[in-house]
C-alpha cells in the first residue's frame, strides 16, 4: 500500500525529499520502491534467490514421514534412504531440513549401559530366587 503511494507520488513529481517528509520515511526507505518499480514495473516482492533445492517435494515429503515416524532416525539413515530413491543429498542437507523446514529437531536415543558378562550373571541369580513370586 505504501510502495503505491510512494511511486505514485514520485510520478507526480514530488522529489525523494519531499515524499519522505510528507508520508515520514527515511530518503532510502523511499528510494527504493521508486527504483524497483522503475526495473520491474510492479510492486510484488520478488521471489527469493538462492541455490535450488537439491531434494524434490516428494523427497521432503519422505524424509518428514521418517522423522515424524521414528524421530530417533539418524540423517545418515535417512540419507542412504534417499540416495535408493536417486536423490543425491548430503547429511548437512537432511540435517537443515530437519531443523529449518521440519520443525521438531531431532533427537538422539538414550545411551544405555552393555549387559556385559557379570551384569548377565547377576541379573540371573536376582532372577532366580524369585521367579515363584507373585503380586
Known sequence: MERSKIVTLHE?????????????FS???IHQPVVKFKTYASFQDLSGGGRPKVTSQRDDHMTKKMVVCSPTTSSKKI?????????DVSTPTVKHRFSHEFGPRTCKPTR?????????ANRY???KPHLKWTV
Not at 507526480?12 to 515520514?24: D, N, V
Not at 544405555?112 to 548377565?120: D, G, I, M, N, Q
Open 27 to 29: 530518503k532510502t526507505a
Open 112 to 120: 544405555k549401559p552393555r549387559l556385559t558378562p557379570s551384569v548377565k
Open 79 to 87: 540419507r542412504s534412504s534417499l540416495l535408493l530413491t536417486g536423490a
Open 125 to 127: 541369580a536376582f532372577a
Open 12 to 24: 507526480e513529481g514530488y522529489s525523494e525529499k519531499q515524499i519522505s517528509e510528507k508520508l515520514k
